[in-house]
T-cell receptor, first 116, second 114 residues
Framework: AQTVTQSQPEMSVQEAETVTLSCTYD???????LFWYKQPPSRQMILVIR??????QNATENRFSVNFQKAAKSFSLKISDSQLGDTAMYFC?????????????FGKGTKLSVIP | GAGVSQSPRYKVAKRGQDVALRCDPI?????LFWYQQALGQGPEFLTY????????KSGLPSDRFFAERPEGSVSTLKIQRTQQEDSAVYLC????????????FGPGTRLTVL
């Protein structure tokens, strides 16, 4: 079974600053996908970024980037130039690769507050 | 519609009642997922459909939980004889691809069992 651990229940950052959210996972699989999802106070979950484990290059999406360390089973999210709209719960998630294994396993989340 | 919709948004049930939660996925999306999110926790997988076929129901917590997607579009999650521990937000997500790599989530149904 896979587990996802987010060790920071809450974090805060000043507007325009950079913040990094941590995520570690445990799996015996070699091929898998990792995700960061954002859940604003309205509760609709939004995909922020996805990383394929077989890719060494870290994924980036505008102000969001990841630091994927496969050997350490670490997958952190960096948010640059933080904006008030980034205030949300952030969930790290794991998906095993392969037929019949499409479920996401989520961590408990990190509540990020962006302070003006 | 433009996104995934769920109804009702809020449901209060007395213990022992049956409830039905509806999910309207994005049109054309092949995959549909149900998750249960307890207060202060991350979502937990319940079940997965590819079109009308329920390919994975390993996350359903008991035989009181039942899901269907008979025509490969709208899905219903039914909970029979609700218990207090069923209180949670039930999230539905759909994805254009069969793997669910880009899941679009609905706003959820908050179920409270008294």
């Amino acid at each position: 079974a896979q587990t996802v651990t987010q060790s920071q229940p809450e974090m805060s950052v000043q507007e325009a600053e950079t913040v990094t959210l941590s995520c570690t996972y445990d799996t015996s699989e070699n091929n898998y996908y990792l995700f960061w999802y954002k859940q604003p106070p309205s509760r609709q979950m939004i995909l922020v970024i996805r990383q394929e484990a077989y890719k060494q290059q870290n994924a980036t999406e505008n102000r969001f980037s990841v630091n994927f360390q496969k050997a350490a089973k670490s997958f952190s999210l960096k948010i640059s130039d933080s904006q008030l709209g980034d205030t949300a719960m952030y969930f790290c998630a794991f998906m095993r690769s392969g037929a019949g294994s499409y479920q996401l396993t989520f961590g408990k989340g990190t509540k990020l507050s962006v302070i003006p | 519609g433009a996104g995934v919709s769920q109804s009702p948004r809020y449901k209060v049930a007395k213990r022992g009642q049956d409830v039905a939660l509806r999910c309207d996925p994005i049109s054309g999306h092949v995959s549909l997922f149900w998750y249960q999110q307890a207060l202060g926790q991350g979502p937990e997988f319940l079940t997965y459909f590819q079109n009308e076929a329920q390919l994975d129901k390993s996350g359903l917590p008991s035989d009181r939980f039942f899901a269907e997607r008979p025509e490969g579009s709208v899905s219903t999650l039914k909970i029979q004889r609700t218990q207090q521990e069923d209180s949670a937000v039930y999230l539905c997500a759909s994805s254009l691809d069969s793997l669910g790599l880009s899941q679009f989530f609905g706003p959820g149904t908050r179920l409270t069992v008294l």
